[in-house]
């Protein structure tokens, strides 16, 4: 029986090249480095992190995405995106009725009314606004508000094509 397996050339796959792996590199830890007298010698790796947290003990996962976040350069836009969960609780809760925010790009805030009417008090309220938002998200964050108003059914084509001046600002 043991002649049939010494005549067999062995083919290391699997656990058995990962054991011939592991013992050839046993005692290969780390790359050269000459020493002061010139020998060559082998830097080994620590092998305990030691009595001071570093990178390689477990990271919470708030400290692990808010350095995610500072890597990405992503403050303002969630502070921002933050700000329009809160939107009811900084501009108040009958603005937040009829004004809501669309969208933040480099300081400027779109805001979307449901009234032509509101569009006009929001114009009127827009540095109000600003000085409020900038309260919460810090100074300059944002610099210009930008007032649309409501979406309005078009009137130039179809089945009930408007002749003249139309129906205009009618919309609340």
């Known amino acids: 029986m043991s002649d049939d397996a010494d005549e067999q050339p062995h083919e290391e796959t699997g656990l058995d090249l990962a054991r011939s792996i592991a013992r050839g590199l046993a005692g290969k830890t780390g790359p050269l480095r000459r020493t002061s007298k010139g020998k060559a010698k082998r830097r080994t790796p620590p092998q305990a992190s030691g009595a001071h947290p570093d990178d390689r003990d477990p990271q919470s996962l708030d400290a692990t995405l808010g350095r995610f976040v500072a890597e990405?350069?992503?403050?303002?836009?969630?502070?921002?995106?933050?700000?329009?969960?809160?939107?009811?609780?900084?501009?108040?809760?009958?603005?937040a009725e009829h004004v809501t925010p669309e969208s933040y790009v480099e300081g400027r805030l779109v805001v979307r009314t449901d009234t032509t009417a509101w569009a006009t008090q929001m114009k009127l309220l827009a540095a109000d606004v600003v000085r409020r938002l900038n309260e919460e998200l810090g100074e300059g964050t944002v610099?210009?508000?930008?007032?649309?108003?409501?979406?309005?059914?078009?009137?130039?084509?179809?089945?009930?094509?408007?002749?003249?001046?139309?129906?205009?600002?009618?919309?609340g």
Do not use: C, M, N
């Not at 809160?86 to 809760?93: D, E, P």
């Not at 210009?144 to 129906?167: A, E, Y």
């Open 72 to 95: 990405q350069g992503w403050q303002t836009e969630l502070q921002v995106h933050g700000v329009f969960t809160r939107w009811a609780s900084i501009v108040g809760r009958e603005v």
């Open 143 to 171: 610099e210009v508000v930008d007032v649309l108003g409501p979406h309005l059914p078009r009137w130039t084509s179809g089945r009930f094509r408007v002749k003249g001046r139309g129906p205009r600002d009618t919309y």
